[in-house]
């Protein structure tokens, strides 16, 4: 098992390679997509962990040669490249919502996964939703009166419908006419994914490039008139099951699989990762399940973090665990010290099943 982080665009500096580095970390999730265009960093109160904004991409696809840069930099500090996470939404809206450019959009992200192979980048994760992370509130909520995300069910309208121009929680064209974004059924937002991963998974097993799928977050029934897709850890299967492919794998967000209704957290992560199907960890702890849920610090939420890297240990996952979304702590780098917190306690958790009899610690765990 690796330590990760995860890290935007406009993060994407000396002084957080070297922060990643002095926590212990070897490997780096990119988010290519940057919350920030048009808007100051403020990196005082922390980047915002879950994105709104205006995309900026455009439609233009990452190239070879702007991947071929960035590795360089991240290479040169000595860590590595692991996986993208997400496409920009601009870059694919109408694969998600059946629009006129579908078609074109597929035929860029098949080129976009021909370049994130060649860049020699193994993961592209991506989160096939129409709503995207909506939904929650950010205050202080966590303990000690740390800033965190709480979804509740009876303080918002989730069937507030989504405004055209915007898909996946953000805006890809500002000039959208009024109107809002017709209901998605199930058996529709089923027939769209199974759409795309025939379109990408023969290019991505050519390209060396595995596709890592990200569950609902809100894993609830629907949100936005849009029905949800991976909504139980049950569903993960039938994704895999789809469209079968050695390039079809899991962003196994621990988080969000937990506030699922239904479903046991750990015996998936033991099915899933027997597998081999876990491409990377999202590692994250939470409080209740929706309708109504916490995000907590990783040391304190309903799941027990350590009987979960003892399941990766057993079933030999070799990948990368990273920090997700985390409690902001009070001082004068919020997000940077939730995220060392989050790192250490994965630090001396990995060592801690690495070093221990795995019956002694399940043993443990169970009690
Ligand atoms: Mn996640």
Wanted: charged share 20%; proline share 7%.
């Amino acid at each position: 098992m690796k330590l990760g982080l995860g890290l935007y665009r406009s993060l994407l500096t000396p002084d957080n390679f070297a922060f990643a580095k002095q926590a212990g970390v070897t490997h780096l999730i990119v988010h290519l997509v940057d919350y920030f265009k048009g808007a100051t960093p403020n990196l005082t109160s922390g980047p915002p962990t879950l994105g709104w904004g205006v995309t900026q991409n455009q439609d233009r696809p990452w190239t070879y040669e702007e991947l071929v840069a960035i590795k360089k930099e991240i290479e040169g500090a000595g860590l590595t490249w692991e996986a993208i996470e997400n496409f920009d939404p601009s870059h694919w809206h109408d694969v998600l919502l059946d629009g006129p450019k579908k078609v074109q959009q597929m035929e860029n992200l098949k080129r976009t996964i021909q370049a994130i192979g060649r860049a020699g980048i193994p993961i592209m994760g991506y989160n096939f939703s129409i709503a995207g992370v909506w939904g929650w509130t950010k205050g202080p909520y966590g303990r000690g009166g740390a800033k965190a995300l709480v979804y509740d069910e009876s303080k918002i309208d989730k069937a507030t419908p989504l405004p055209n121009g915007m898909v996946w929680n953000m805006v890809y064209d500002p000039d959208a006419p009024e109107g809002v974004v017709a209901p998605i059924s199930s058996d529709e937002i089923w027939q769209r994914l199974e759409w795309f991963l025939q379109q990408i998974l023969p290019v991505a097993e050519e390209n060396g490039v595995r596709m890592a799928l990200h569950p609902d977050d809100p894993p609830t029934d629907a949100l936005r008139g849009g029905a949800r897709l991976v909504n139980t850890p049950g569903k993960y299967q039938r994704m895999l099951d789809l469209v079968p492919s050695s390039s079809s794998a899991l962003e196994y967000c621990l988080g969000s699989l937990q506030e699922m209704a239904e479903g046991d957290v750990y015996e998936a992560t033991e099915h899933y990762g027997r597998l081999g199907k876990i491409a990377y960890v999202h590692f994250r702890n939470v409080r209740g399940k929706v309708p109504h849920y916490q995000e907590v610090f990783v040391d304190e939420g309903d799941l027990d973090m350590i009987r979960v890297l003892s399941i990766l240990r057993d079933v030999q996952f070799d990948g990368v665990i990273i920090p997700d979304h985390t409690p902001e702590m009070t001082c004068g780098a919020p997000w940077h010290a939730g995220m060392a917190f989050a790192l250490g306690y994965i630090k001396a958790a990995m060592q801690a099943v690495d070093r221990y009899d795995a019956g002694r610690v399940v043993a443990a765990a169970a009690r």
